[in-house]
């Protein structure tokens, strides 16, 4: 099994101890980027459940956390890691097999079809399909 470092982005009040998942993304980057968007997203939804002007809350976004608050409610976003087990996929030489002579029935030169079937495994399910032994 192999382990992966996922980014979440998780919200919760000062009313409520109940945090929610706000987003799940593959880097920090992207984690971090999201998390101005989702910022705005959810202000303009609390003002909607606040029932309030939503130019009345504030949105402050400081490294890894953003602030969106009012007079009486605080909701606070946080970027934080995870680690994540992923299991690894197992995929027969006879079905990897049969895939190539699929590429190879619709049009794909039998050599390319390794490399086109290496690009898959690696792009959709990062598997290596032609592991050297």
């Known amino acids: 099994m192999k382990e992966a470092t996922i980014y979440l982005i998780i919200g919760a009040n000062n009313e409520n101890a109940n945090p929610t998942l706000e987003g799940v993304f593959t880097t920090k980057k992207t984690a971090l980027e999201n998390l101005k968007i989702k910022a705005e997203e959810l202000r303009e939804k609390l003002a909607e459940e606040w029932g309030i002007d939503v130019n009345d809350i504030a949105v402050n976004v400081a490294e890894d956390h953003a602030y969106i608050s009012d007079d009486n409610v605080t909701y606070e976003l946080a970027v934080v890691n995870a680690s994540v087990k992923l299991e690894?996929?197992?995929?027969?030489?006879?079905?990897?097999?049969?895939?190539?002579?699929?590429?190879?029935?619709?049009?794909?030169?039998?050599?390319?079809?390794?490399v086109v079937l290496?690009?898959?495994?690696?792009a959709l399910l990062d598997v290596d399909l032609y592991p050297e032994e």
């Open 88 to 114: 690894e996929h197992k995929i027969s030489k006879r079905k990897i097999n049969a895939a190539e002579e699929i590429l190879i029935d619709n049009g794909v030169e039998a050599e390319e079809a390794e």
């Open 118 to 122: 290496q690009a898959i495994g690696f």
